[in-house]
């Protein structure tokens, strides 16, 4: 029992039989890529002053909880940062690196919520120092921020520039968040 007549019909068959499994394989293909989750800030800040605004005002208000809420977290940052830096191109572990940056940052917040106990206030924000790109992802490094203290008639006396509080600010996909601090 001949299943084709003519070996035209047996070349059309397979042609479409080829055709489908390639629109099969595509079509999968296509739903897989969009089914996979965006990697993406929960929340974020849509600019570096505005997150350092509210750094500001959340440690004039002594408010800890929420400023540790500002800081990137363990998770976000295992997710979506450690991936790009060359770091993790160079075999450090994701904890490692993690576990440098707590110190610095446990360090930076003790001189912030000392420091702003007093009279002292934010003055005004610089321009990142250095803005480095890796992949989606850039950093923001050293932006200098003037503290000082109100003079009374609308000016601040014993102001002083500091780089170093915020030496780390990430921006994913135009949110900000704070990524580390060291004051030395």
């Keep these: ?5 003519r070996n035209e019909d047996q070349y059309t068959f397979f042609s479409r039989l080829v055709f489908f499994l390639f629109i099969s394989i595509l079509a999968n293909y296509c739903n897989y890529q969009n089914n996979i989750p965006e990697q993406k800030l929960d929340f974020g800040y849509t600019s570096i002053e505005s997150l350092i605004i509210e750094t500001f005002r959340v440690v004039k208000e002594q408010d800890e909880k929420t400023f540790d809420y500002i800081r990137l977290q363990d998770k976000e940052f295992k997710k979506l940062v450690y991936p790009y830096l060359p770091e993790a191109k160079q075999g450090i572990t994701p904890v490692d690196y993690w576990s440098w940056l707590v110190p610095d940052f446990i360090k930076g ?3 912030l919520f000392e420091k702003m ?3 002292i206030e934010l003055v005004s924000i610089g321009k990142p120092k250095k803005i480095l790109q890796f992949g989606p ?3 923001h490094r050293n932006i200098p921020v003037t503290l ?9 006396k014993d102001t002083a520039v500091y780089d ?3 030496t780390a600010i990430v921006e994913i996909d135009g949110l900000y968040r704070l990524f580390n601090m060291t004051v030395d």
Excluded: A, T, V
């Excluded at 029992?1 to 007549?5: D, E, V």
């Design 148 to 156: 000082g203290r109100p003079d009374g008639r609308g000016g601040y």
């Design 164 to 166: 170093n509080i915020f």
């Design 137 to 139: 992802i850039k950093l």
């Design 1 to 5: 029992m001949k299943i084709f007549k």
């Design 109 to 111: 917040k003790k001189f």
């Design 117 to 119: 106990k007093s009279d």
